[in-house]
């Protein structure tokens, strides 16, 4: 049996889109909540990529063109 997935704290950020984003490291999930189409999960998110998409300063963009093309995104309930 698999262990269940816990969603991580979502941490709230200032951009245009996205409304907050999560990672659990141990899973290598990242969570993105946008304000207006929902929560996503991506798989196999490095922490890597999870660092730099918190630490750019322009998270729409970062996401766009380093998530959002190479991660399959799965919309949450």
């Known amino acids: 049996m698999s262990a269940k997935l816990i969603q991580p704290e979502m941490k ?4 245009p889109a996205i409304q907050s984003i999560g990672y659990d490291k141990d ?4 969570y993105v909540q946008f304000h207006e189409s929902g929560l996503y ?5 490095s922490p890597k990529v999870y660092d730099e998409l918190m630490s750019d300063r322009h ?3 970062y ?9 399959k995104g799965e919309k949450m309930d």
Do not use: G, W
């Open 12 to 15: 709230p950020i200032s951009s």
């Open 27 to 30: 899973h290598e999930i990242l």
């Open 41 to 45: 999960r991506y798989h196999n998110v």
């Open 59 to 61: 998270h729409t963009r």
């Open 63 to 71: 996401y766009d063109e380093n998530i959002r093309a190479k991660y």
